[in-house]
T-cell receptor
Framework: KNEVEQSPQNLTAQEGEFITINCSYS?????LHWLQQHPGGGIVSLFM?????KKHGRLIATINIQEKHSSLHITASHPRDSAVYIC?????????WGAGTKLIIKP | GAGVSQSPRYKVAKRGQDVALRCDPI?????LFWYQQALGQGPEFLTY????????KSGLPSDRFFAERPEGSVSTLKIQRTQQEDSAVYLC????????????FGPGTRLTVT
C-alpha cells in the first residue's frame, strides 16, 4: 500500500463545475503540500498545510490530521485549471509523493 | 528572477554520454533537493543538501549519479555514462530553512537519452 494515495487518478469535468481531489496518507507528517504540474511544465506549490483550511482564489485546501486526509477543491473550474495535481506529505525533510490526479476541464 | 531556476530546460544525450544539470536556488535558501520524475510517475527523491553538506543521497539510483553544492548555493547533478532509463524530468527545489517542508520548485530539466 502506498503511503500517500490520491483519488481520483483521472478526472474530467465541464467548465464551472466544483472539483474535489482527495489525498489520504498513512505516515506521521508535519505538513502536507498540494502542488500543480502543467504538461511539460514544472511544479508549482499551491498550498502547504499543517492544520485546518487554506484558501487562495478559487482554490481551497483542507486537512484533517486525525483522519490523515486532505482535500483540494476548485470552485468555478476553468479549462486553464487542467493539470496534474499532486499531494505530497512532509516526513522529516523528505516529501512523500502521491501519484497525482490528472484533471481535465472541458469548455 | 526570484524563483528557482534550472538549466538546461531540455537535454538530449546519446547513451553513454555524461550530462550536467544545474540548479540555481532562491538566494539565501539553506536546503536544496533533487528529484527525478519519470514519465507518468510522481517525483522520486534523489538527494538533499543543507548548505554545502549533502546530508542524504539515498535516492541516487546508481553510482553514475553525483550531486554537489560546493558553495552552498548553486547545485549540479551529474550523470555519467547515461542510460535510456535515466530519461526523466529532473526537478530541483529549495527551501529557506534546514529540514523545512516549504519547498519551492524549479521548472525542471527534461533529459532524453537516445
Amino acid at each position: 500500500k502506498n503511503e500517500v494515495e490520491q483519488s481520483p487518478q483521472n478526472l474530467t469535468a465541464q467548465e464551472g463545475e466544483f472539483i474535489t481531489i482527495n489525498c489520504s496518507y498513512s505516515v506521521g507528517i508535519s505538513a502536507l503540500h498540494w502542488l500543480q504540474q502543467h504538461p511539460g511544465g514544472g511544479i508549482v506549490s499551491l498550498f502547504m498545510l499543517s492544520s485546518g483550511k487554506k484558501k487562495h482564489g478559487r482554490l481551497i485546501a483542507t486537512i484533517n490530521i486525525q483522519e490523515k486526509h486532505s482535500s483540494l477543491h476548485i470552485t468555478a473550474s476553468h479549462p486553464r485549471d487542467s493539470a496534474v495535481y499532486i499531494c505530497a506529505v512532509g516526513a522529516n525533510y523528505q516529501l512523500i509523493w502521491g501519484a497525482g490526479t490528472k484533471l481535465i476541464i472541458k469548455p | 528572477g526570484a524563483g528557482v531556476s534550472q538549466s538546461p530546460r531540455y537535454k538530449v544525450a546519446k547513451r553513454g554520454q555524461d550530462v550536467a544539470l544545474r540548479c540555481d536556488p532562491i538566494s539565501g535558501h539553506v536546503s536544496l533537493f533533487w528529484y527525478q520524475q519519470a514519465l507518468g510517475q510522481g517525483p522520486e527523491f534523489l538527494t538533499y543538501f543543507q548548505n554545502e553538506a549533502q546530508l542524504d543521497k539515498s535516492g541516487l539510483p546508481s553510482d553514475r549519479f553525483f550531486a554537489e553544492r560546493p558553495e552552498g548555493s548553486v547545485s549540479t547533478l551529474k550523470i555519467q555514462r547515461t542510460q535510456q532509463e535515466d530519461s526523466a524530468v529532473y526537478l530541483c527545489a529549495s527551501s529557506p530553512r534546514g529540514g523545512s517542508y516549504e519547498q519551492y520548485f524549479g521548472p525542471g530539466t527534461r533529459l532524453t537519452v537516445t
